[in-house]
């Protein structure tokens, strides 16, 4: 089993900055993936970035965040963080930090909010 705990959401306004982090603990193999979706109110949950646990990190990004947000992770401390700059409205979603070992079934954190206002 691997606990995924969520933090850093909160009600920023447009133009703002906010920085989620999740931390990882369990079964965590050496390879995985971590990654942020989000989810409006409606809509389906989507993939906002992900980045592999190998030297370096490989990163992939929704083209609706590409140049405004940045995924980043500290594999010793089993971490990844997204780093959300220039919000706008339409970023407010809940969320949720995955995790999936290498071969393995995804985990999922409880969500944090996010809430951009105009």
């Known amino acids: 089993q691997v606990q995924l705990v969520e933090s850093g959401g909160g009600l920023v306004q447009a133009g703002g900055s906010l920085r989620l982090s999740c931390a990882a603990s369990?079964?965590?193999?050496?390879?995985?993936?971590m990654a942020w979706y989000r989810q409006a109110p409606g809509k389906q949950r989507e993939l906002v970035a992900s980045i592999t646990s190998t030297s370096g990190g490989s990163a992939n990004y929704a083209d609706s965040v590409k140049g405004r947000f940045t995924i980043s992770r500290d594999n010793a401390k089993n971490t990844v963080y997204l780093q959300m700059n220039s919000l706008k409205p339409e970023d407010t979603a809940v969320y949720y930090c995955?995790?999936?070992?290498?071969?393995?079934?995804?985990?999922w954190g409880q969500g944090t909010q996010v809430t951009v206002s105009s």
């Open positions: 995955n995790l999936r070992n290498l071969g393995g079934s995804p985990y």
């Open positions: 369990g079964s965590i193999f050496g390879l995985n993936t």
